[in-house]
């Protein structure tokens, strides 16, 4: 395989887990909704994963029971932010850290056990494809429905009236009320699903991006998925371009120590934190931009009529 | 006619009958055994002052609130309306005082968010021109609602409650924000809604509108009817006596003559704005002298609020043009240096701007007081804090639990009269208020118009922004109208009116922006 | 039957106290709940969290020099936290004060003298002041949002660490585990309790508690940065610089994170190791919630969160838990924290079915 096709497989590859996060908190965040616990949510997804994966030696089975995990924390942040009226930020932090002990506790039978890669029957079926077969099944399916999934929040952002309501909602949540929208059931929904796609980015670390369970694996992806999302001015196209924008770089690190470029590893891993600065520099240095685009109501508290 | 669901009203049945209507909330009795009847085709009006119950009576008609205890009773039969949508179901429709427009979204997807089912947005938007011709609201449905103006939105607003049919309106005072031609134009269009057999509950405590208008008022006060009438019968004295309990106060007027000393001046001052939902301000000229007080006109929305922030100092961004001070320059300085020369402001925004809703009164007072002996070497003195509040409740007669009450807990006019004690009592050569008695009760509105008359009468240069053309000429010596981020020439009050004033609001006048007639020539339009 | 959240006329001074305390017990029914589930015995379970680790002195030292960073760092949060500016960053601030400091101590630290360890206090509070100086500069120019930046710069803190201490500062007598060398007596906090691992460094965090809480409670700097905290537009109509807000709360932070840094290698840790501290500087976040931004409270919650870690280290050596449950009980903690606090601006209501409007006949 020529070094092109490798460095972009290995960009996708990369930037999945970005994008499912990315496309999760960018709905949460249209709602209203600012989410900061996604780092505990994929981390408490990817634990799942690997736990039920390894039980089931099922892959679907383990993203299945991610995405549901994701979705239990985030309804706790639900229940702190929408019924209990806490202040978003906090309970996102409280999110971030609970994810990060419980899924470190949950994780300690599985430190240092390995998942066995079973051959996959769909992987045989694809390649038998002729002409692009060989090449499609280089791509793990959670890749292919990363990008449905990007498909499918477009199309449900901008061509449908539930979307239409979601951006409403997120926009001026009184406004919404008045005309007599449920405006906490809209954003119960948003933080869900948000939830959801995050568990499913940390089951896709977990068990396809490797097959081990590490402590605090996702190492910061679900800080910089929020960053991606003011990144994109809360675009879902733009937060796709970002992942993979992400997960270059990842990847250049990979080729710059396999090139042997004197560099110290350390740094070459700093480089996407660094880079995430100065994304969020570059956009947020345009308070005019941020206006247009931020959801208007992001992180305000809302009270409803009694 | 028939309403939506098909129903047939037969004479003599009340479109709309309310009875016994109740609502608490923990701090108010809010509506207390409410009697309302509103015949089909009336316009019927709900009179009463700020803080007397009419939005949350509306709001229980129209869903948003649920009664403790009452019946609503809609073309005969009693009904629960819980929800918005099942009032707008059964034919009754509602145009908010605050409304509720998506900015970023067109005039036809806002309209199609407030309605059931996928409308198709083609049909959608030829139906809106139909509805906005037969009644006189020009809209056109695919601008984006920000680039409109407020007048532009409250027609929108009317026209998505008119396309579901409804057999009652109800509008929430709906000409807080309109010059007085658009006001003419709204209640064409509402006379023509009430011939054509939708009657309509017109909320506002404006005397002289109800009576041009109004089939029918109920009267409310602190929760209760006081009273219903006819009022092309009443005068608004006896209207007044129902509303308020008593006469309308009357301001004694100034008698001292303004002084020379130019105070505040304002050369030029050209500023983008604020925001990008904003208007930006061209060329304006402005002067105060010591002991006047001058008036701006105009709806909001035409640059007030960023002409109250240039002059206060609160937002910095650059700016071509002169702001003076007592002769000294301020332009781009911050808020406290301008405070130092001598300069209060009381903003539009009562909590959340000029007071901060959850602290006390007495750490309110230090917001803007704190050089007035509170602050020592840093550290803050408690017992000339709490002394100073104790002055300014005194002397401003606000009725609230004392220096440790919080700002929240106040009335509207409580704590707008605090604010505006707080920033008098510092003694302030050029004192800016914007919007003096927004939302405030009648008495407190008369005190504070009083209090800024006498302040006037001790030497301080005063400018006053208000929508409230009454309170305009009632206190100032001039008055200049802004329109689009421009400010017109000052004309002495006793040289104008109300229709003078309010044309040169819809920036038709030629008085307005410099091209006008000699001033003190006699030649009038 | 239903139950309903009802606006109290004016927040309820008892629940600001008394929360905090129900979020513990419910933390600790929890725990209780789990443990019951995990088959361990609760009676013991229960001894070994709250008793076990400050039977003796040598666990009492323990217990306070664990709540001295964190107490600390939780200080300069609260400040920052009060102005609504979020330091996320402590950990990473720490981690860069310990650098800091750490060129003092393995450079001057072997030739001794009484400088070395005022030099290293300075050296780490300067270092941990640079580091939440570049999220206060982005938020201040840049308008970048504080929580990112200063996460972001913690991972980087915390590699630049790592690339020093398995390369250049790694101990060349330490058989290639990843530590420094030992520091050097000079630049170790003197003991306090003998028998203890109790040192000096205490006296610099009660310091700040009293200059903290003078601060905010007394100086109008501390009242200005309340304004800006709870209503941005009144802090701009006041004339308060929101930027220097800004400044003042995130240096406030760095420089306790420093210092608690500097607190640690050069006291119970005694060298540099990769990781500088056991999540104090997240843990400290927590700490400044449960202190409800006072000083006194940050006193206690500094106590119990230090309670905690010494839990989670007793539970992985009697009860063959791992020690993360001290990270999973911090954020059931934070959670009912949170969920708690309602309870000061809303009461419950027991609303006894629904009320039914009568049919009216004609």
Redesign the interface.
């Given at each position: 395989m020529d070094t092109l096709s490798a460095i972009v497989i290995a960009t996708l590859v990369a930037g999945t887990p970005l994008v499912y996060a990315g496309l999760g908190e960018l709905v949460t965040e249209k709602s209203g909704m600012l989410n900061?616990g996604v780092e505990?949510m994929m981390l408490f997804g990817a634990v799942t994963a690997f736990a039920v994966t390894h039980a089931t030696h099922n892959l679907w089975l383990g993203v299945l029971f991610a995405a549901f995990a994701g979705a239990v924390l985030a309804a706790?942040f639900a229940?702190?932010t929408l019924?209990?009226?806490?202040?978003q930020?906090?309970?996102g932090?409280?999110?971030a850290?609970?994810?990060?002990?419980?899924s470190?506790?949950l994780g300690?039978p599985y430190v240092g056990v390995a998942l066995a890669r079973e051959p996959s029957e769909l992987a045989a079926w694809v390649s038998g494809i002729p002409l692009i077969g060989s090449t499609l099944v280089l791509l793990h399916p959670l890749i292919y429905l990363s990008w449905a999934a990007f498909g499918g929040v477009f199309w449900f952002l901008y061509s449908t009236?539930a979307g239409?309501?979601l951006?409403?909602v997120g926009?001026?949540p009184?406004?919404?009320h008045?005309?007599?929208?449920p405006v906490n059931t809209v954003r119960l929904y948003a933080v869900l699903f948000g939830g959801a796609m995050a568990g499913i980015a940390g089951a896709y670390l977990a068990v396809v991006y490797t097959s081990l369970w590490v402590?605090g694996m996702t190492?910061?992806r679900g800080?910089?998925a929020?960053?991606l999302v003011?990144f994109a001015t809360w675009r879902p196209e733009r937060v796709l371009l970002g992942a993979y924008l992400f997960g270059g770089m990842t990847t250049v690190q990979l080729f710059a120590q396999g090139a042997g470029i004197p560099v110290?590893p350390?740094?070459m891993?700093?480089l996407p934190?660094?880079a995430?600065?100065v994304v969020?520099?570059l956009i947020?240095?345009n308070?005019?931009l941020?206006?247009?685009n931020a959801p208007?109501s992001l992180g305000k508290l809302f009270h409803g009529?009694? | 006619m028939t309403g939506p669901v098909g129903i047939a009203f037969p004479d003599g049945t009340p479109r709309l009958e309310l009875r016994g209507i109740c609502k608490r909330y923990p701090s108010v009795l809010a509506n207390d055994q409410i009697n309302l009847k509103v015949a089909p085709g009336e316009i019927h009006a709900v009179l009463g002052e700020n803080g007397a119950g009419k939005s949350t009576l509306m709001k229980v008609i129209y869903g948003l609130v649920k009664p403790d205890a009452g019946e609503l009773i809609w073309g005969g039969e009693a009904v629960a309306v819980t929800s918005p949508a099942q009032a707008q179901r059964l034919g009754i429709g509602m145009v908010f005082q605050h409304f509720s427009l998506f900015e970023t979204l067109t005039v036809v997807q806002n309209i199609a968010l407030g309605m059931t089912g996928k409308p198709d947005l083609g049909t959608l938007s030829a139906q809106i021109v139909a509805v906005s011709e037969r009644y006189g609201l020009p809209v056109d449905p695919s601008r984006l609602v920000h680039t409109m103006s407020v007048g532009e939105r409250q027609r929108v607003e009317i026209i998505r409650a008119l396309l579901l049919n409804p057999r009652l309106l109800i509008m929430d005072e709906p000409t807080s924000v309109l010059t007085p031609q658009a006001v003419e134009r709204l209640f064409e269009t509402l006379r023509q809604l009430s011939d054509d057999g939708c009657s309509i509950l017109y909320i506002s405590h404006k005397l002289h509108e109800i009576k041009a208008l109004c089939h029918a008022a109920t009267v409310m006060r602190a929760g209760r009817v006081t009273g219903v009438c006819d009022p092309r019968q009443e005068s608004p004295r006896s209207m007044a006596r129902m509303m308020v309990g008593a006469d309308l106060p009357v301001c004694r007027p100034s008698s001292i003559a303004a002084g020379t000393e130019r105070c505040l001046v304002v050369d030029k001052l050209t500023r983008a704005a604020d925001s990008a939902f904003g208007t930006a301000l061209d060329q304006i000229d402005l002067v105060v002298h010591a002991g006047e007080i001058v008036g701006i006109a105009g709806v909001s929305g035409n640059g007030q609020k960023e002409l109250l922030t240039a002059l206060s100092g609160e937002t910095p961004i650059p700016e071509k043009g002169r702001i003076e001070l007592l002769g000294r320059p301020v332009g781009c300085t911050d808020p406290l240096t301008r405070r130092r020369l001598g300069l209060c402001f009381v903003p539009e925004e009562r909590l959340g701007r000029g007071a901060v809703p959850t602290l006390t009164l007495a750490e309110n007072a230090l917001l803007t007081a704190h050089d007035s002996g509170m602050v020592k070497g840093g550290l803050l003195n408690f017992g000339a804090i709490t002394a100073f509040t104790h002055r300014c409740i005194e002397g401003f007669q606000v009725k609230c639990g004392g220096p440790d009450a919080e700002a929240r807990s106040l009335s509207g006019g409580n704590l707008q009269k605090f604010i505006i004690g707080r920033e008098v009592l510092q003694k302030p050569k050029v004192l800016i208020v914007s919007q003096p008695t927004w939302g405030v009760d009648v008495g407190a509105a008369a005190f504070i118009r009083q209090t800024l008359i006498d302040l006037r009468n001790t030497g301080t240069a005063i400018l006053v922004i208000s929508e409230e053309l009454d309170e305009l000429f009632e206190i100032c010596d001039s008055i200049s109208v802004m329109v689009k981020g421009r400010l017109s020439k000052p004309i002495a009050t006793a040289e104008t009116d109300l229709t003078e004033i309010g044309l040169m609001m819809t920036g038709l006048s030629q008085r307005h922006d410099g091209h006008a007639a000699q001033r003190g020539s006699g030649d009038r339009q | 039957m239903k139950l309903k959240l009802e606006r109290r006329v004016a927040p309820s001074q008892i629940m600001q106290y008394l929360s905090p305390l129900l979020a513990v017990g419910l933390t600790a029914l929890t725990g209780l709940c789990m443990f019951i589930a995990m088959g361990k015995d609760p009676a013991t379970a229960f001894y070994v969290f709250a008793v076990q680790p400050i039977e003796n002195l040598y666990g009492v030292g323990e217990l306070l020099i664990k709540a001295s960073p964190l107490i600390l760092i939780g200080l300069g949060l609260a400040v920052g936290f009060r102005a609504n500016v979020w330091n996320i960053g402590a950990e990473g601030q720490l981690t860069v004060g310990v650098i800091f400091s750490g060129v003092v101590a393995l450079h001057y630290g072997p030739q001794g003298g009484s400088w070395v360890l005022p030099a290293m206090v300075v050296a780490g509070a300067f270092g941990g002041m640079l580091w939440s100086a570049i999220p206060a500069f982005l938020r201040t120019r840049f308008n970048a949002n504080e929580i990112l930046t200063s996460l972001m710069l913690t991972y980087v803190a915390q590699l630049w660490l790592s690339y020093l201490i398995y390369g250049p500062w790694r101990d060349p007598n330490g058989f290639n585990f990843p530590q420094s060398e030992p520091l050097a007596p000079s630049a170790l906090f003197p003991i306090l309790i003998e028998g203890t691992r109790l040192n000096a460094s205490v006296l610099i965090t009660l310091a700040a508690v009293v200059f903290t809480w003078f601060i905010l409670k007394r100086s109008f700097v501390g009242y200005q940065l309340q304004v800006v905290g709870l209503s941005e537009p009144a802090a701009r109509y006041a004339g308060f610089n929101g930027r220097r807000a800004v400044w003042i709360a995130m240096l406030a932070g760095g420089v306790a994170s420093g210092i608690a840094g500097v607190g640690e290698i050069a006291g119970p840790l005694g060298q540099l190791f990769p990781t500088a501290s056991p999540g104090y500087g997240f843990a400290a976040i927590i700490v400044a919630f449960l202190g409800r931004l006072q000083p006194i409270g940050i006193v206690l919650g500094g106590l119990l969160i230090s309670l905690l870690y010494l839990s989670g280290e007793a539970a992985q050596m009697t009860l063959n838990l791992p020690s993360a449950i001290t990270g999973l009980f911090q954020g059931v903690l934070l959670f009912f924290l949170l969920g708690a606090d309602i309870l000061i601006t809303y009461r419950i209501r027991v609303i006894p079915g629904t009320v039914k409007l009568k049919k009216v006949t004609a």
């Open positions: 900061l505990g706790i229940l702190l019924t209990l009226k806490a202040n930020v906090a309970s932090l409280a999110l850290i609970f994810g990060a002990g419980a470190a506790f300690k009236r239409l309501v951006r409403a926009e001026s009184a406004s919404a008045s005309i007599g929208y402590e190492a910061g800080w910089i929020l960053s003011v110290p350390e740094m891993s700093a934190y660094l995430t600065i969020l520099v947020s240095r308070p005019t941020v206006q247009l208007a009529e009694a | - | -």
